[in-house]
């Protein structure tokens, strides 16, 4: 199952004079053992992360990109173009983006399908909103957006593919972080869902208001296979703190 994961998606967020500090905070910082670290800077600064943090183990990826080779598709970025950039991981589905820009469970199928062909880890988010919670509709959400992320996948391809949990209702400010009541039984969920379509049980980091207060608690549940963290992570100095409490509380077991 690898190490546990801890990584941050920036949003839009950091010119490339803040993105430069962060990578060379990140690079020069004693980074904590058994964590594999992930950053997902905007596009215009990605080459320069992935040049401060080369040989650092600290692995870089796009926030999203479109599933068409090239062509005529205004403001967008492709899988190559990520994979040229450097990155290797390539985050999908974000609830930010399935809300504003009208992204489906059919363009981030397509989305996989491009990330896969092009080398790059997929990590794709899925989450409730607070209404299908509320009604009842947690799990079922979760498990449909997980399959329909990887549908036409084959067993070998959907193990190179992350998940993410990320409910609505938690991410952002206003956001109620989940407990981990509440995570353990949709990560299980989502790995059920995906080991019956595809033969594969996936990683699932847990994603939404992950915070140092809450990050222990949720590093220690089996089902966690890593944290997703956005505001608590904008510093570099933040991820390695979250990094390092996951770190040590997974050894305290
Ligand atoms: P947050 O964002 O930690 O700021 O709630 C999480 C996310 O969107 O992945």
């Keep these: 199952m690898g190490k546990f ?10 010119t490339l004079a803040m ?16 964590i594999d670290l992930f950053v997902l800077p905007p596009a215009t600064a990605l080459t320069e992360v992935v040049r401060l943090l080369e040989g650092s183990g600290v692995r870089v990826g796009a926030q999203n990109a479109h599933w068409a080779e090239k062509g005529a598709w205004t403001g967008e970025i492709s899988m190559t ?8 991981l390539i985050e999908l589905g974000h609830s930010e983006r399935r809300a504003h820009f009208g ?24 989450g409730e909103t607070g209404d299908d919670k509320r009604l009842g509709a947690a799990i079922e959400t979760n498990a449909r957006q997980a399959r329909m992320a990887m549908a036409g996948l084959s067993h070998a391809e959907a193990a190179k593919v992350w998940l993410a949990y990320e409910p609505v209702w938690a ?39 992950v915070n140092p207060q809450n990050a222990e ?22 991820l390695l703190q979250i990094a390092t409490l996951a770190a040590q509380a997974r050894k305290r077991g």
């Design 217 to 238: 608690a949720l590093a220690v549940v089996p089902e966690v296979d890593g944290l997703f963290v956005g505001r608590s992570a904008w510093t570099a100095q933040g």
């Design 5 to 14: 994961r801890v990584g941050t998606g920036w949003k839009m967020n950091h």
């Design 81 to 88: 173009m990520v994979a040229d950039a450097g990155a290797t």
């Design 171 to 209: 991410i952002g400010e206003g956001g109620i972080p989940a407990t981990p009541e509440d995570a353990k039984p949709v990560h299980a969920a989502i790995k059920r869902a995906v080991l019956d379509l595809v033969g594969v049980e996936p990683p699932v980091l847990y994603g939404g208001s």
């Design 19 to 34: 993105a430069r500090d962060y990578a060379q905070a990140l690079a020069a910082a004693e980074r904590p053992e058994g």
């Design 103 to 126: 992204e489906t469970d059919l363009d981030v199928n397509r989305k996989v399908r491009a990330a896969i062909d092009h080398g790059l880890i997929p990590l794709v988010c899925v």
